[in-house]
Structures are given as structure tokens and as C-alpha cells.
């Protein structure tokens, strides 16, 4: 899963990049609302955490060009601004959910949950494909009732494909779907995760369509 976090305040900017990282997201982090718009019209993401009081342009501006560009992204609003009228004004202008500051993690993290699950028609938390049964919000692979201990990217890596099981995903999807724009990739990182992944789920349950890419099969 891969975050974009919109927030110009450097302590709070970098302590929630490293507590959504710790949840097993991929982070990216700007400082203004120009660069926000111009990342998003480019970089996809599962969902954008959207301060308002932003340089440049402001929350509502970025929310206003994104939603006028038909980016459906998820939107969480973060902000100071605790007013009636700006939440309202939030969320007709196209944010998905709205967070007062100071705001409490779990909560944050719970509520992106609930707006990445609709995003993508889940019910709740949960996900099975085959033997293999995720939960995200505790972060957790069963396969025949028994719980797979598995590696961050690990993680990151069997979640993307369970999200999409029977979906070729290529190697430069996976690459951008794990690793933020500071991360070192090695030119075989890719290959060298899901070798190990399927050590842990079974070899045949990773496939490859050659030159295509690799997908998790749903039997």
C-alpha cells in the first residue's frame, strides 16, 4: 500500500512517515500543495493523508485539482482547522474523511483502513485467496488456519498480490507499490522477495507469466 502524505510541518510530516512505515506502508512525503498536485498527477497511490493549511496551494486547492483531473484517490483530511464549516467544506470538495489535530494514530490508521476497503470493495479486514487468509488491521498471514511469520516487504509484497489475486503484475508495478522514492532498490530485489515468499506460501502459489510479470493464484 502506498501513502502520499501532503503535510508542510516537519515534526509531524516526519513522525507520521515513520509510523505508517512501521504499518507496512510505502511513504512518500511533500511539503506543498503544488508539488502534491504535480506528484499525483503522475504517481499513483491508495490513499492521500491531505493537510489544508498548506504553502503554494492550499489542501482545498490540491483537493479541488485532483478531483477536477478524475483522480479517484482516498482522501484523509489532517488538520488543526476543528470548525464545522471546513469539515463541511472538506468533504463536499471531495475529501473522503476528516481528521481534527492532534489526532490519536490507531485512529488515523483505522479510518485509512476503512476508506482503502471501500476503494477496493472489501467488506472489512479481511482477505482470502486460496489457503492464505490476510488481515490488515493487525497485520497478519494465516495459511490452513496457521499463522506464516513473514518479513515487512514480505508482507507488503503478499498483501499487494492478495488485493489482486489472479492480476499479472509487472516488475516496475511491484517496485512502486513497495518502495518510496528514498528507498535503495536493488535491480533484483523484486525476484529475490517473492523467492522467499514462496518458501513461505508454496512455490506453486506465486506464478510467472514470462515478461509479464508474477500474480497469486486464487485456487
Do not use: C
Not at 509531524?12 to 508539488?35: C, F, H, M, P
Not at 488543526?80 to 468533504?91: C, E, P, S, V
Not at 515487512?152 to 507499490?177: H, Q, R, W
Amino acid at each position: 500500500m502506498r501513502v502520499l502524505v501532503v503535510e508542510d510541518d516537519l515534526m509531524i510530516g516526519e513522525s507520521l512517515s515513520e509510523a505508517l512505515q512501521d504499518e507496512a506502508y510505502t511513504v512518500d512525503w511533500v511539503k506543498n500543495g503544488r508539488q502534491a498536485i504535480l506528484t499525483l498527477k503522475v504517481q499513483p497511490y491508495d490513499i492521500i493523508l491531505l493537510d489544508l493549511g498548506l504553502p503554494e496551494v492550499d489542501g482545498m486547492g490540491v483537493l479541488t485539482a485532483i478531483r477536477d483531473a478524475k483522480i479517484e484517490t482516498p482522501v484523509l483530511i489532517l488538520t488543526a482547522r476543528d470548525q464545522l464549516k471546513d469539515r463541511i467544506a472538506g468533504l463536499d470538495s471531495g475529501a473522503d474523511d476528516y481528521v481534527v489535530k492532534p489526532f490519536e494514530l490507531g485512529e488515523v490508521f483505522a479510518r485509512m483502513r476503512v476508506l482503502i476497503r471501500r476503494s477496493q470493495g472489501m467488506a472489512d479486514n479481511h482477505v482470502t485467496v486460496g489457503n492464505l487468509s490476510l488481515d490488515t488491521a493487525h497485520k497478519r498471514v494465516m495459511m490452513d488456519s496457521n499463522p506464516i511469520d513473514l518479513t515487512a516487504k514480505e508482507y507488503m509484497l503478499l498483501t499487494t498480490f492478495m488485493l489482486s489475486p489472479d492480476k499479472v503484475m509487472s516488475k516496475n508495478a511491484l517496485e512502486d507499490s513497495l518502495y518510496g522514492w528514498g528507498d535503495e532498490v536493488e535491480s533484483n530485489a523484486i525476484e529475490f522477495l517473492i523467492h522467499s515468499l514462496r518458501k513461505k506460501v508454496g512455490q506453486d502459489r506465486i506464478k510467472n507469466v514470462r515478461g509479464l510479470g508474477w500474480y497469486i493464484s486464487n485456487v
